[in-house]
């Protein structure tokens, strides 16, 4: 039974609550709200980025919450787009300043390429971003570092020139797509994955075969997703705005049989309906 305040341990001794709350898609002027709202409920890991152009309101929300700032982990991105060593530290000291924190708990690079330019390479410049995100680790503003949307080859390639190895990859992961490639290099290497998108997007919502699975344990698609995610070792970050989804997608009390994670697992891997692109309204 997954509460939201357990945790995983990262490979540096940091532990990250189990269930993040996402604010992908979140407009600013919902951000702090919904923000709120989620640290009322339980949540104690929040996850935005400068990207997503919400960081003010969610530094806002943390910071007006009343729990204490190590009670709370929170996660920001540096964009896809920023692919210099000096970019990057000047994009950190942006999301610091929008954040208004005096740390952050976990930095990540967006994405292993420009959002315009998804699979194109940008190996040689994606060590040099690494450079700078193993100096900001260095400096002690920051408690962990990663990666997001990077595959076997991207996370290769940093760790090829890497001091200090990434300690999360944050993906898109949900029923019937489960990158098992990268999720299996990642764990070989003491890498936390991050689900993002695990409800598919809505996607799985209708399905009818992982609805039969959900009324077994009498909860929801999305409740069964979140949990699935979870007994898989992997971090699921489900966003929701509504107070009543925030309410219902904590509620995580049971436990997925073998058998039925075995049945999910199985579930025939559907191409992903996106990247998670975060210039994307």
């Known amino acids: 039974m997954t509460k939201l305040t357990d945790t995983f341990d990262i490979y540096n001794g940091v532990k990250i609550p189990k269930v993040a709350f996402g604010t992908w898609q979140i407009p600013a002027s919902q951000a702090r709200q919904a923000v709120s709202d989620a640290i009322k409920v339980g949540y104690r890991h929040i996850d935005t980025a400068l990207a997503y152009q919400n960081e003010k ?21 540096l964009p896809g787009g920023t692919k210099t060593y000096d970019g990057a ?9 929008n954040l208004d924190l005096d740390y952050l708990d976990l ?8 959002w315009d330019e998804i699979g194109s390479n940008y190996d040689k410049e994606n060590t040099e971003v ?9 400096s002690g503003r920051v408690k962990a570092i990663g990666v997001s949307n990077f595959n076997v080859h991207d996370l290769e390639n940093v760790l090829k020139t890497a001091t200090i190895k990434p300690m999360v990859d944050q993906i898109q992961y949900y029923i019937g797509f489960t990158e098992p490639k990268i999720t299996e290099f990642a764990q070989n290497n003491d890498i936390l994955v991050e689900a993002y998108s695990p409800l598919a997007t809505g996607g799985l919502i209708n399905n ?3 609805k039969k699975i959900a009324d077994k344990y009498g909860v929801s698609v999305p409740q069964l997703a979140i949990e699935f995610v979870i007994q898989n070792g992997v971090l699921p970050l489900p966003k929701a705005v509504h107070e009543e989804h925030i309410v219902a997608n904590a509620k995580l009390d ?8 075995k049945t999910l697992n199985g579930f025939p891997d559907t191409a992903p309906s996106h990247f ?6």
């Open 57 to 77: 309101e969610v530094g806002q929300a943390v910071r007006e919450s009343g729990v204490k700032r190590e009670d709370i982990f929170v996660t920001s991105k």
């Open 89 to 97: 530290l000047a994009d950190f000291e942006t999301t610091m300043k």
């Open 107 to 114: 930095y990540l690079v967006h994405a292993p390429w420009p």
């Open 130 to 138: 690494w450079r700078a995100m193993e100096e900001i680790y260095n």
């Open 208 to 210: 009818p075969d992982v």
């Open 254 to 261: 049971f436990t997925i049989s073998d058998e039925d994670m």
């Open 276 to 281: 998670h692109n975060p210039t994307q309204g």
